[in-house]
Every structure is written in structure tokens, then in C-alpha cells.
Nanobody, 115 residues
Framework: QVQLVESGGGLVQAGGSLRLSCAASGIIFSINVMAWYRQAPGKQRELVAT??????TNYADSVKGRFTISRDNAKTTYLIMNSLKPEDTAVYYC??????????WGQGTQVTVSS
């Protein structure tokens, strides 16, 4: 199995930047896709960005050009968030998937963007 721990959330002013980290442990070589999701109060959890084991990335339209997902090794996935807006305020969750096998979530990290 895989375990995920997020870090890097916090309070930032609009226009600022944050970097979220997701540290994975366990059978990490088996992960097909790493992703970041977010959930704002009263809203459904939404997909923010994904990165495959081959390095292909995909982004929600709302964050394209502002957020970047990356992996520096098999263990850590990042979400670099620039030009933050108040509507980016949410709990951000890291997710790891192996098709047909597991779908693991981290505990979440709060990001608050003040106007």
C-alpha cells in the first residue's frame, strides 16, 4: 500500500504563491497517477492537476497557467501555486492511484487566500 502526507498549506494574500508537497511511502513504484484535488466549503471535491508515472500533466481550466504539478523523484509530488486568488481557498488533497488496485488519499492541507 501507499501512504501520503501533504504539507505546505497556509495563509497567503491574493497574488502570492505557495508550494504544496506530498510525500509518499510504501509501494510507490506501483503508482500510475499522482493528483491534487481541492475542496472548498460547501462544494464538491474537484480535480486540480494530475501527473502520470511517465511525466504527462493535466490541469483544471481554472488553474492553467498559474499552477504547476511536478515530481522530483518517486516519493515527492509538488503543486506550485502562483497568482493565487481568493477562490483558490480550499483544503488541498494529494491522491495516488494504481489502476485496478488502489486509490489513496492524504489527510489534506488548508490553503487560504485573502483578498
Amino acid at each position: 500500500q501507499v501512504q501520503l502526507v501533504e504539507s505546505g498549506g497556509g495563509l497567503v494574500q491574493a497574488g502570492g504563491s505557495l508550494r504544496l508537497s506530498c510525500a509518499a511511502s510504501g509501494i510507490i513504484f506501483s503508482i500510475n497517477v499522482m493528483a491534487w484535488y481541492r475542496q472548498a466549503p460547501g462544494k464538491q471535491r474537484e480535480l486540480v492537476a494530475t501527473i502520470t508515472s511517465g511525466g504527462s500533466t493535466n490541469y483544471a481550466d481554472s488553474v492553467k497557467g498559474r499552477f504547476t504539478i511536478s515530481r522530483d523523484n518517486a516519493k515527492t509530488t509538488y503543486l506550485i501555486m502562483n497568482s493565487l486568488k481568493p477562490e483558490d481557498t480550499a483544503v488541498y488533497y494529494c491522491n495516488a492511484k494504481r489502476y485496478g488496485s488502489f486509490d489513496v488519499w492524504g489527510q489534506g492541507t488548508q490553503v487560504t487566500v485573502s483578498s
